[in-house]
């Protein structure tokens, strides 16, 4: 330490006064742009996919509780949530400074993540938690879904990451409840119009995905809003046929949102292959469930290309935006014969 402060007053006395106090500033500033860089480099590492089964015995654990029908999908909306808050980096969607203020595949990533977990949290406080539509609502619920739909960007007063801290609270407090045997006002539902209800809502969020991927190449479109009902009728007219296409800058915001959404998306039905396994069972169900987990696992391999392509559809250069279009719709398909096949008696 002694020699490197030598070297540094040196460097002070000697150098600084040759070259001006502005270029050693210029210095200062470029190792400062070089250490954000490197640092951006790290924080924008995927973060590693956690046991779902093993989360839900580690909270147990920590409250002294037992596993019980639900705890498992709690514990999986819990771990998303504490991902993103904990990872490398921290929650970056709201940062201000760089190297966080710099980077935007890891923001889109979250919001893949965030929008699959506000999504769990509305369908837990609608139907999981509750026996009919009549019946009154979980308190905890009631407040945590309201706290994971916060705005997504607030720095200050409040920052985002305070009310998804209470969210995870209110969640942990939920979880601990669902396992108290001495008490029955918390209690989870794995029912198949349950689990129905939360793919019907997953199922139009992949549709909608793959069709912003698909667009990155750009394509004309019939317009079909109003196909198969000849009475519909819509608000405003719109052209026979559509330009769409995914603007340039956009192309890669897309696909990590994809990212975000498919590692969502694998614990939380990972988690419901646990706690409505009976259901599954019931139906011959598991490989239809098992089937959608493994496309959605194969849009989290490593993306060796430096950055995202959009080559044509068939043109010289990959487009990995169609790639990722291709998990996501065979996963969305395989989605909907799953939400069909619990439908029957």
């Keep these: 330490m002694t020699g490197f402060r030598g070297t540094l007053a040196r460097w002070r006395d000697d150098y600084l006064p040759q070259k001006g106090w502005a270029y050693g500033l210029l210095v200062i500033a470029g190792l400062y742009l070089l250490l954000a860089l490197l640092v951006g480099m790290y924080w924008s590492v995927t973060p590693a996919p956690f046991d779902v089964s093993e989360k839900a015995r580690t909270y147990a654990a920590e409250d002294g509780a037992r596993i019980a029908t639900g705890s498992t999908t709690t514990a999986a909306l819990i771990g998303a949530m504490e991902t993103l808050l904990e990872k490398r980096g ?79 609270k209110l969640l942990r407090s939920y979880l601990q409840r669902l396992a108290d045997t001495d008490e029955s006002d918390a209690q989870f539902y794995a029912r198949a119009d349950n689990l129905r209800y939360w793919l019907s809502t997953v199922s139009s969020r992949l549709g909608s995905l793959s069709q912003r991927l698909s667009a990155s190449v750009g394509q004309r479109r ?120 619990l439908s029957q008696g």
């Design 90 to 168: 921290g929650y970056l969607s709201n940062d201000v400074f760089p190297p966080g203020v710099w980077l935007d595949n890891v923001p889109n990533w979250e919001f893949g993540v965030l929008i699959q977990s506000r999504d769990l949290a509305r369908a837990m406080r609608e139907v999981f938690s509750r026996s009919q539509s009549q019946s009154r609502e979980d308190p905890d619920l009631a407040l945590a879904e309201p706290k994971f739909n916060f705005n997504s960007d607030s720095w200050i007063l409040p920052a985002t990451e305070s009310q998804y801290g209470e969210g995870v």
């Design 222 to 341: 019939l317009n079909t809003d109003l196909a198969g009902d000849d009475s519909a009728s819509q608000s405003t007219p719109a052209p026979a046929e559509l330009e769409v296409r995914t603007p340039w800058a956009e192309i890669d915001d897309v696909f990590f949102e994809a990212r975000g959404t498919a590692w969502a998306l694998i614990h939380f039905l990972k988690a419901v292959e646990v706690d409505f396994a009976e259901v599954l069972a019931n139906k011959n169900a598991q490989v239809s469930l098992q089937q959608i987990i493994r496309e959605l696992e194969a849009t989290q391999d490593t993306v060796w290309s430096p950055v995202i392509l959009n080559g044509s559809g068939l043109g010289l250069l990959a487009n990995h935006s169609l790639v990722m279009a291709s998990y996501i719709s065979r996963a969305n398909s395989a989605m909907i014969d799953l939400r069909d096949l």
